[in-house]
């Protein structure tokens, strides 16, 4: 059985951080743009590096948004910088209509996503961004589990044609990816093999279910475990495989049960393979302001909760 361990935690918003920077030493198209919240966003070393390659453009995040796709017309790769929460629901007119329908190349890096933002509170933890941004049309939506993952995702949308949308979070939290990782957009990556259960997750709740995988594998349950990175494009692929060899599913995030992760998964089963399912994620409920591991546990989507999703999925299967 695969065993994943860590001996660092750290924020992915550090990956985001170090994988502009590295973006600004050898793609000299990128250019940076952020809200007032260069150092929640990690940007300094770019800023540093490449001074003229940054805009600050204050508490203004609509305009941001409409510079950052004027920038696109001259050949720039603009990379816009604020929290979640502002840079989707404040902004969502400017990028529906000046960015996604379009195709506009702008690179939209959200964060401090989810309930654990933690003590700033339900104004500030937004947990409807996935549905919002996977309904525009174009948009990619990518949301990477770990410090590791976040920088080598943030290096590899730069690549990518078109608008994207990267979100990455606050907390530290363990790093059990490689360091030296491709990140390859719209493949999902199997962490462990099993064949009961399938348990599909992303951003913080991948760590979250291995720990619940190593608990019911005490119990006798083989779970497989898959991080879902990148939620649009969905690994159509990658998900039908695993639930025709495990027969049930369990999906697992930190945002809204309606219009995430787990929606997607349902859609595709009900498409192309009915299985049950359970979903771990924030049921029709705003946060509150409390530590992430109170938050996740009092809402239901710590490794304890998935666990108890995994066992109720079973006995429907």
Request: charged content about 20%.
């Amino acid at each position: 059985m695969t065993k994943f361990t860590y001996t660092q935690k750290q924020d992915t918003r550090s990956g985001f951080g170090a994988g502009l920077a590295e973006l600004g030493r050898i793609n000299p198209d990128v250019v940076a743009l952020c809200a007032d919240l260069v150092g929640s966003l990690k940007m300094q070393d770019f800023i540093d590096e490449n001074p003229d390659r940054f805009f600050q453009v204050g508490i203004a995040e609509a305009n941001m948004m409409g510079i950052a796709a004027g920038l696109t017309i001259g050949g720039k790769i603009p990379f816009t910088g604020t929290f979640a929460n502002f840079s989707t629901g404040r902004v969502y007119d400017q990028i529906r209509q000046s960015i996604a329908y379009s195709g506009k190349n702008v690179k939209i890096c959200a964060s401090h996503a989810g309930l654990t933002l933690g003590e700033d509170g339900a104004t500030h933890q937004i947990l409807e961004d996935i549905g919002m941004m996977k309904m525009l049309p174009h948009m990619t939506v990518i949301n990477p589990c770990d410090y590791n993952q976040t920088k080598a995702a943030t290096i590899a949308i730069a690549e990518h044609q078109g608008p994207v949308y990267l979100r990455f979070g606050r907390p530290k939290v363990p790093i059990f990816t490689p360091e030296d990782q491709k990140f390859e957009i719209g493949k999902a990556l199997h962490l462990i093999e099993g064949l009961d259960v399938t348990i599909f997750a992303t951003g913080h709740l991948v760590w979250e279910a291995i720990v619940a995988e190593e608990e019911l594998a005490k119990e006798g349950i083989s779970v497989e475990v898959i991080n879902i990175h990148t939620i649009k494009p969905l690994d159509v692929e990658a998900v039908l495989a695993s639930v025709s060899k495990t027969g049930c599913v369990v999906t697992a995030e930190e945002h809204q049960m309606n219009g995430g992760l787990g929606d997607s998964i349902a859609q595709t089963l009900a498409l192309h393979h009915p299985a049950p399912l359970e979903m771990v994620a924030v049921n029709d409920s705003f946060g509150e302001s409390g530590t992430p591991d109170e938050l996740m546990k009092k809402y239901g989507i710590d490794a304890e909760n998935i666990a108890k999703a995994v066992r109720k999925v079973l006995n429907r299967k």
